[in-house]
């Protein structure tokens, strides 16, 4: 059994902490944020996550799991530490690393013995070399210890699933001896037959990109593969599982939609691009990407529009699903914003609906108004926009809906809604890739 300590309790600290707990370890979450911590030393969570409350309730009263303020002390008291602070996008696209640099100045300082200091933040590639020269600039005591690259593959909604049951763990380092400590921390996974892979730091950095930004590309190949089907008259649903029956291919990550979001693959796309840029390198499939996904965006406002007459004024048009995805509450890069900012520009009113993120979508659009069920979201409404694919969404009534609204229009931006009872209800509906609505 291993000390563990992970700085940092946002969404990859806390869920891998937590995670790492339920293996047996003694782990130690710490973040400076001291309403954060006593927020869980009470039972909270600060984030939405399927499964987190319980698994930290469960490893809390089992005696491995702990929280503090005190992160110089949780130095102290590790052998293994891993960094999970935040690496937000700059403004210039490339990825803010100065909450890592801030944790390896106080690693440094507070070194008393060998660590294995790993990383499990999303990082631009060659962190690993500035965080092991900001740690020996500080380790005044010259205390010996070993750097790992230890990126995170989870998804939001799944994902302590995907942290117990991963696809892989991946591993840079360059020795043996943390390598070894490494995988005694995985055991249980390793146990389980699940597939660990050995790199060199740098390679380990970019795997993490390198995925993200390839997901990224699958979800706008999607999209313009749906685009195309409104042209001619095909239907994409069809299209896509005939593709993801291909095992070169797969099925997962082709679902048409309003545009990628969320805190990974906009950032990511964008910092290994600029990475690429940097060293004389273009990423061209990535960079189309991202602008395939902008456009996409914007392609759903202006099917909203179309709808609406081509005109937003005074008009009440409800938002069911504010998350970028389904079981999360983060709406970072959300379709959801765009087409909330479009339809306010255009004089519009909107009224707005989500399970779980109407709180987290108040710090962007205080003054809309926000309600606490569909039926409520879509009474008097003039159009009704279906942003995210929550299941209380694809089990609502159409005929109800048809009753509460004003006029029964609706755009169906994740293509949840069975076309034929739209039809049978006289809805004046669009979808993505399978509507008869064309929009250039």
């Not at 008393?112 to 499990?120: E, F, G």
């Not at 060199?200 to 795997?207: K, L, M």
């Not at 996904?293 to 099917?303: A, D, E, P, T, Y």
């Amino acid at each position: 059994m291993k000390k563990i300590t992970f700085i940092g309790t946002g969404y990859v600290g806390l869920v891998s902490g937590t995670a790492i707990s339920d293996f047996g370890h003694k782990v130690i979450c710490a973040d400076i944020s001291k309403e954060k911590i006593q927020l869980l030393k009470n039972g909270g969570v600060p984030i939405y996550e399927p499964g987190l409350t319980e698994l930290i309730k469960k490893n809390v009263n089992a005696g491995r799991l702990s929280f503090t303020s005190n992160v110089e002390k949780a130095i102290e008291q590790s052998d293994v530490i891993f960094i999970a602070v935040g690496t937000p996008q700059r403004e210039d696209g490339a990825a803010d690393i100065s909450a890592i640099e801030s944790v390896a100045e106080t690693i440094g300082q507070n070194l008393n013995k060998y660590k294995v200091i790993c990383t499990k933040s999303t990082v631009p590639v060659g962190t690993g070399a500035q965080v092991k020269n900001i740690i020996n600039k500080h380790n005044y005591k010259n205390i010996s210890f070993d750097y790992v690259s230890n990126p995170e593959f989870l998804r939001e909604g799944s994902a302590i699933k995907d942290f117990l049951w991963p696809d892989r763990i991946v591993i840079g380092t360059d020795n043996k001896r943390s390598s070894d400590i490494m995988k005694e921390i995985y055991d249980p996974l390793y146990i389980n037959d699940k597939p660990i892979f050995n790199t060199s730091i740098i390679t380990a950095e970019i795997i993490k990109y390198a995925a993200n930004a390839f997901l990224a590309l699958k979800i706008s190949y999607i999209n313009e593969v749906a685009n195309l089907c409104e042209v001619l008259g095909a239907n994409v649903q069809d299209v896509s599982k005939a593709m993801g029956q291909d095992g070169r291919i797969s099925p997962k990550f082709l679902h048409p939609g309003p545009g990628y979001g969320g805190s990974c693959f906009p950032k990511d796309t964008r910092a290994f691009t600029m990475l690429s840029r940097e060293n004389g390198q273009k990423m061209q499939t990535i960079e189309a990407a991202i602008k395939a996904n902008q456009h996409q965006k914007i392609r759903m406002v202006k099917k909203m529009k179309n709808l609406t007459g081509g005109d937003f004024s005074q008009k009440k048009i409800s938002i069911l699903g504010l998350s970028f995805k389904p079981n999360t509450d983060d709406i970072r890069d959300s379709a959801s914003i765009d087409m909330i900012s479009a339809i306010i520009d255009g004089g519009g009113l909107v009224r707005a609906y989500d399970p779980i993120a109407n709180e987290s979508m108040k710090g962007i659009f205080e003054h809309i108004q926000y309600f606490e069920s569909w039926e409520e979201a879509c009474e008097d409404a003039d159009a009704v926009a279906i942003m995210t694919e929550w299941n209380e969404f694809r089990s609502m009534s159409i005929k109800k809906l048809k009753q509460l609204m004003n006029k029964p229009v609706l755009l169906d931006t994740r293509n949840i809604i069975n076309v034929k009872k739209l039809k049978e209800n006289d809805f004046n509906y669009d979808n993505v890739g399978i509507g008869d609505n064309y929009v250039d």
